[in-house]
């Protein structure tokens, strides 16, 4: 069959096909709207099918290397139509936070405690030495930096009360500024977990060189007070990016039985699953920070109280949630 | 028709329906630039919407913080996920992100490619991106090596060539080669200028026996003959 009669016979078909693809191609993926279709949708593998043996006709009659052309894309535009991955939903990031997630930092539970250890190790070290010689913290903050550190938990500064607007200020400083740490520690372990380790390890020091800085000063009661509320949440985001990171990097360094870019890959998509669970946890950190931890009303039993509530809630979150599900 | 491996950007990818498509990958260059629309598009709409807040207390400077946040880390995965693959800068210069086999980026993959800059970034405008950009050969970055992406062109729909009408000649004995070669010449022959056409025509001198328009000429008639025109 000479090429022309092939395109008379098809090319009907040809253009009612682009034209449809043209509408899916436009529907948002936003909206849920009704098919806008005047063929149903079952159709389309159909029609697709039917393509495709129109193109393996025309390659292998020779047809002329335009016609290849346009059937090719034509061929590659729906295929993107018909094998796109479902969207998400809000169910799932539900479903996600109650049992996923939790389970995945279980079957990471070696890393979790590598990632732990390289994070309270140089804190409660870091912590330790300052407390014994304050002026260990010269080696890490800025003189300035501890003038103000000093001013902002003096205890006279308890009194005066931060306005309303100012907690929305600063929760938009903890997302953004704790936030996008984990998300770096996470890309930083794409370097071999290099990245991530030195981040953990570069966060333990300063934690635990403030903390023991503002102990050995007598500041304990301001300073506890106010990190007791979001602690325990905040620091376990941080391990947690790290694991994540550190997946990325062991993957690199010991592939296994994979390709080492097959070993990234699924690394890379456990480890953003657990990058979501580290924004979850970091974002309640940043909120009970910003309205509660700065809230010098309340008295500091309470803060403490809530604080072990805190932890507790969250060892059993981890070690617990979605146990019973498959 | 498998051919000798050439030097070029084209990646294959073989359907579940047995046929092959191509997919062109986009070089640094491209993606550079579309990297810096995004990235004026980015520094505009949070400069609009500093000014826009500016006018509240300090609530409003947490509220452009937040915005800051997401705009540095979602801006792309959003437009990728949303956009058909392609954020407004990449639109632009007519690219768009697809997974490795193809088909459009889902949240995964569009939140790893997306995070992972950070890394790429390093140690200084994105030296390891670099790195990783030149040394496979479908210029992927550290975050499409992770995500298992390609930034690919998305070419504009190709419509129907027709011949331009005439008569039609049955050619001389020709390989399957060199028919297919006429026809694309003459295919193509409409988006070119009479003076080029000649030109390329002339390169047959030898076979048609003609020059100038007339060698063109010719040549049409044979590619009609081919295509089938004249039934």
Redesign the interface.
Known sequence: MKQRQFERRHSAEWQAFAARLERLERRSPLKNTPQPEPLPVLELPAAYRRLCQQLAIARSRCYSNALNARLSQLALRAYQQLYRGPQGRWQAMLQFLSTDFPQRVRANAGLFWLCAALFYLPLLGMGLAVYQAPELIYSLLAPERVTDLEAMYAPGQAAVDRAASSDLAMFGYYIRNNIGLGFRTFAGGILLGVGSAFMLLLNGLFIGAVSGYLTAKGLTETFYTFVAGHGAFELTGIVLAGVAGMKLGWAVVAPGRWSRSAALRQAASDGVRLILGMTALLTLAAFIEAFWSSNHAIPAEIKYTVGGIGWLLIILYLSRAGRDVA | ?PEPALLDTVRQIE?P???T???RAAGPVARALAWSIDLLIQCMALLALLIALAT???????????A??LT??LYPALFE??A?GATPGKKALGLMV?HA????V????A??RN??????F?PVLYG?GMVAMFSNRDFQR?GD????TLVIYR?P?????TLPPGPALPPPSLS?AE??LI??FV??STILNPARQAELAELLTGFTRLTGMAGVERLQAYARW????H?
């Open positions: 028709m359907t329906e047995g046929i498509l191509s997919l509240l207390s300090q609530g409003g400077f947490g509220v452009w913080l937040i800051l946040f540095e880390w996920v949303y058909g697809v086999n193809g088909t459009p889902g949240w995964s993959a939140l790893i995070l992972l800059p950070a890394a790429d390093l390891f550290l090596l992770a995500a298992g070419d729909p190709i419509l129907a060539l399957l028919q297919q026809i694309d295919e193509r081919l295509a089938g025109d039934s």
